[in-house]
């Protein structure tokens, strides 16, 4: 053990570095994602509505690693076939959009159903105050709903890192994929695994204690 | 008291699906007016209030608002609402705000009052509904009877000339429906236009200036406190009083 961490210490500090660069990234564009089609789902509009359930049902019902490879792959040969010659995307460029786009799926439940549970006088209330349906959104309901979305925003953060791990596939160099390396270099798949595990551990850990304490605080104010 | 109208309805319908709730009702309500709606649950009085400042949607018939047309699709609702103040039975006040927020961010966002144009008047209303002390509190701080205050206050802070009133009092502990009417009282004798849908009887015998009774979708009858409270003359409102009397 001691032996991986002196000789690939390093190499897997900057692998987690990278997974954490993409957890992020990804995030942020599925709080985005997710903030457009889950306000499609709560919207009164069937139109919205139907886009909403298409994209949630579409993403959630492929398995990650099939999106990341008809992205990985696909993609530019969609591209190649418009006429435009040698696009290529990158391990990170492509496993962010796939990361994104499952991670957004997931978070337009959580703000869908984070809007559903506020209960709806308060949005009659605003509505009788004159305020319009935007405004009544913008400032009564979705401060509300943010309330009850944080564990499940939190939760779903975790849920992105570890899955970042399976984007080891299209030769993104996080790290469950330099983890691989270091063992194949090493031949001590026992020692190896367990390193690579304990580095997922302990920033998981770390990251829910973190969660825990915020959900305290802003719940400290009801 | 025979002042202008206020509210105006003329043949109005709604129907959930295919349940009609409210059949063929016509009304007029004048200014200064206290008009108390009564009936069974189920009847409509709630949907007809509700009709009023539309948070439902009418199916059919006219609701005319201060002279706007607020069942034409072109009227702006919004600015129609502003002067219509809605006090619901389950209080609505916004959770996540203290007192003082509760009542100024319409007025404030809705630019019709500077930031301390708005303190200063919620400061004063909520001394008149006797919650000086409560301006910074948060909505779960407060018991129901001082939580419909403030709904009170919030709605008054509009500056509306139409108050409705969506059983107010029902969702209250008893010792503290006497606060609340009290309020609504006070409310009524300086003035206000007012529409109340509640079952206090007593509040209706003392303050209304008409009652209507309404059941099945239809107003079956109106007429002062005296006439339709003490001397009912409908087999429905005979029945009904005497269950609740």
């Known amino acids: ?63 990650l690693i099939v999106l990341a490879y008809f992205i990985y792959f696909g993609m530019p040969s969609a591209i190649k076939g418009l006429g435009i010659a040698g696009f290529r995307l990158n391990g990170l460029q492509a496993g962010t959009i796939a990361l994104s786009l499952n991670c957004g799926a997931y978070m337009a439940e959580i703000i869908r159903a984070g809007i559903e549970s506020v209960d709806r006088g308060q949005m009659e209330a605003g509505r009788s105050l004159g305020l319009s349906y935007s405004s009544c959104m913008a400032l009564i309901v ?15 953060f975790i849920i992105t890192l570890k ?8 030769g993104f160099p996080e790290l469950t994929n330099v983890g691989k390396t270091a063992i194949g270099n090493t031949l001590r798949p026992l020692e190896g695994w367990a390193v690579v595990g304990l580095m997922y551990m302990i920033v998981i850990v770390t990251l829910s204690k973190l969660a825990k304490r915020v959900e305290r605080r802003v719940n400290r104010g009801r | 008291m025979e002042g202008k109208s206020k509210i105006h309805v003329t043949n109005l319908r709604k129907n959930f699906g295919k349940l009609e709730v409210l059949k063929d009702i016509s009304l007029d309500v004048h200014e200064g007016e206290v008009v108390v709606l009564l009936g069974p649950s189920g009847s409509g009085k709630s949907t007809l ?187 429905r409102t005979i029945d009904f009083l005497s269950k609740v009397l």
């Open chain 1, 142 to 156: 979705v401060p509300q709903a943010v309330r009850t979305m944080i564990p499940s925003i939190i939760n779903q």
């Open chain 1, 163 to 170: 899955d970042t791990s399976i984007l080891s596939v299209i």
């Open chain 2, 49 to 235: 209030l509700r009709c009023l400042n539309q948070l439902e949607t009418a199916t059919g018939g006219q609701i005319v608002i201060d002279g706007y047309d607020v069942t034409d699709r072109h009227t702006n609702i919004n600015k129609v609402r502003e002067n219509i103040g809605m006090v619901f039975q389950h209080f609505n006040l916004f959770n996540h705000l203290t007192v003082m927020d509760n009542m100024t961010l319409a007025p404030v966002h809705l630019k019709l009052m500077s930031k301390s144009e708005a303190k200063d008047m919620a400061e004063q209303l909520l001394k008149r509904v006797g919650l000086e002390d409560k301006a910074d509190a948060y909505p779960s701080q407060l018991s129901g009877g001082q939580k419909q205050r403030v709904a009170i206050a919030r709605a008054l802070e509009m500056k509306p000339d139409i108050m409705l009133f969506d059983e107010p009092t029902s969702a209250l502990d008893p010792e503290m429906v006497g606060e609340v009417l009290a309020v609504m009282k006070k409310l009524a004798n300086e003035g206000m236009t007012m529409v109340v849908v509640t079952h206090e009887i007593g509040f209706a015998r003392e303050v209304a200036s008409r009652v209507i009774f309404m059941e099945g979708g239809y107003i079956v009858e109106e007429g002062t406190p005296d006439e339709v409270i003490l001397h009912p003359r409908e087999p």
């Open chain 1, 1 to 63: 053990m001691i032996f991986i961490i002196q000789v690939y210490g390093g190499m897997l500090l900057a692998a987690m570095g990278r997974t954490l660069l993409m957890t992020l990234l990804s995030l942020v564009f599925a709080m985005v994602i997710g903030m457009i089609f889950g306000l499609m789902n709560v919207v009164h509009n069937r139109f919205f509505n139907c886009i909403g359930t298409i994209y949630v049902d579409a993403v959630r019902g492929v398995p």
